[in-house]
């Protein structure tokens, strides 16, 4: 059964740092891209990074560019994200998703992301 | 970047009967070297992750009724649900992966008349 497991959420104060992770099992990690997608509360679906299946092509988001960075372990089966410069815009909640052919086949239960003072 | 919108926003459908929402990217999803349309729609219920649907554009994934169609072609893109059922509440998005980054509709809010 594929799972995506998010962690590393919580409340940081603007200018702040987060690392969130996202723990990959029962699928070959390494042979798919993948994808951190937010939501903020009540609002659509902006994906903010990916990364293709090696680690060595990553895009990041005009949002985010510069402050946040996408990296996978495939040894590990764990994607990650690196938040820096931490505003309150960037309060969501924060979903790790497998892409198959482009689209998104399995999502994570996501983690919540609070950037308040 | 490709902007996708959705129309309506919201809609209010009774039970049993037909609900349809349209999806409009801005520019073509359609590669024509595998004249496949690089769209999906998924549906997200209170509380839940994003669910895929459909992908490229008219396929179910396994375990979707199939009450759920997806339709279109170029830049104009319809989901249908056949005969609406209660636990069919939910915001629909629509998603093109012709290019990146993969860009979302606004959602639609699908409830009970």
């Known amino acids: 059964e594929v799972q995506l497991v998010e962690s590393g959420g919580g409340l940081v104060q603007p200018g702040g740092s987060l690392r969130l992770s996202c723990a990959a099992s029962g699928f070959t990690f390494s042979t798919y891209a993948m994808h951190w997608v937010r939501q903020a509360s009540g609002k659509g679906l902006e994906c903010v990074a990916a990364?293709?299946?090696?680690?060595?092509?990553?895009y990041h988001g005009d949002s985010v560019k510069g402050r946040f960075t996408i990296s996978r372990d495939n040894f590990k089966n764990t994607l990650y994200l690196e938040m820096g410069s931490l505003r309150a815009e960037d309060t969501a909640v924060y979903y790790c998703?497998?892409?198959?052919?482009?689209?998104?086949?399995?999502w994570g239960q996501g983690t919540l992301v609070t950037v308040s003072s | 970047d490709i902007v996708m919108t959705q129309s309506p926003d919201s809609l209010a459908v009774s039970l049993g009967e037909r609900a349809t929402i349209n999806c409009k990217s801005s520019q073509s999803v359609l590669y024509s070297p595998n004249n496949k349309n690089y769209l999906g729609w998924y549906q997200q219920k209170p509380g839940q992750p994003p669910k895929l649907l459909i992908y490229w554009a008219s396929t179910r994934k396994s375990g979707v009724p199939d009450r759920f169609s997806g339709s279109g072609s170029g830049t104009d893109f319809t989901l249908t649900i056949s005969s609406l059922q209660a636990e069919d509440v939910a915001v629909y998005y629509c998603q093109q992966y012709y290019n990146t980054p993969r860009t979302f509709g606004q959602g639609t809010r699908l409830e009970i008349k």
């Open positions: 998703a497998r892409e198959r052919d482009g689209d998104f086949d399995y």
């Open positions: 990364i293709n299946n090696r680690g060595d092509d990553t």
